[in-house]
């Protein structure tokens, strides 16, 4: 029973050896030498799911961002994505407050958008996220029109 539990110990040790001496991989070399190298607010974000990726490739058109407001849009999804991981890897919350606490995030992610904007981009994306919201069922309708049939 000692000697296993010698065994565990020692290959425990070993392997945290390796670990710490092991060369760091181009990628993360690459990243370091991008954060030492660049002075912009917002460090660079990992890759981004195809759906993310999809929605910044929208953005950027739809908007007609910089290089700069897409490095800043690209981190702001990146760290959404990984509080919604997060949210989802909880196993103490409910699916209720799972789904609260990612409306929010999605909310929080939206504002930090908006902010990066020009004024004209900012007008057109709440334009946008109104009509989402109306489509959504979480606005009444904006502007329901005169009435139907026997209005006037």
């Given at each position: 029973?000692?000697?296993?539990?010698?065994?565990?110990?020692?290959?425990?040790?070993?392997?945290?050896?390796?670990?710490?001496?092991?060369?760091?991989?181009?990628?993360q070399e690459q990243r370091s030498?991008?954060?030492?190298?660049?002075?912009?607010s917002v460090l660079p974000a990992?890759?981004?799911?195809?759906?993310?990726?999809?929605?910044?490739?929208?953005?950027?058109?739809?908007?007609?961002?910089?290089?700069?407001?897409?490095?800043?849009?690209?981190?702001?999804?990146?760290?959404?994505?990984?509080?919604?991981?997060?949210?989802?890897?909880d196993a103490l919350m409910s699916?209720?407050?799972?789904?609260?606490?990612?409306?929010?995030?999605?909310?929080?992610?939206?504002?930090?958008?908006?902010?990066?904007?020009?004024?004209?981009?900012?007008?057109?994306?709440?334009?946008?996220?109104?009509?989402?919201?109306?489509?959504?069922?979480?606005?009444?309708?904006?502007?329901?029109?005169?009435?139907?049939?026997?209005?006037?």
């Open positions: 029973m000692k000697r296993q539990a010698c065994s565990f110990v020692l290959v425990g040790l070993l392997s945290t050896e390796v670990v710490f001496t092991q060369q760091p991989t181009t990628s030498s991008l954060q030492a190298t660049s002075r912009a990992g890759p981004l799911s195809k759906k993310s990726e999809k929605r910044l490739a929208q953005m950027s058109k739809r908007y007609r961002l910089t290089s700069e407001q897409q490095t800043q849009v690209r981190s702001i999804l990146f760290k959404e994505e990984q509080d919604i991981q997060t949210v989802s890897a699916g209720g407050n799972k789904r609260e606490e990612v409306a929010s995030l999605h909310d929080t992610s939206q504002q930090k958008i908006a902010a990066v904007l020009t004024g004209k981009q900012e007008h057109q994306f709440d334009a946008d996220e109104k009509r989402r919201a109306w489509m959504d069922g979480r606005l009444p309708e904006p502007n329901p029109g005169p009435a139907l049939n026997g209005g006037w």
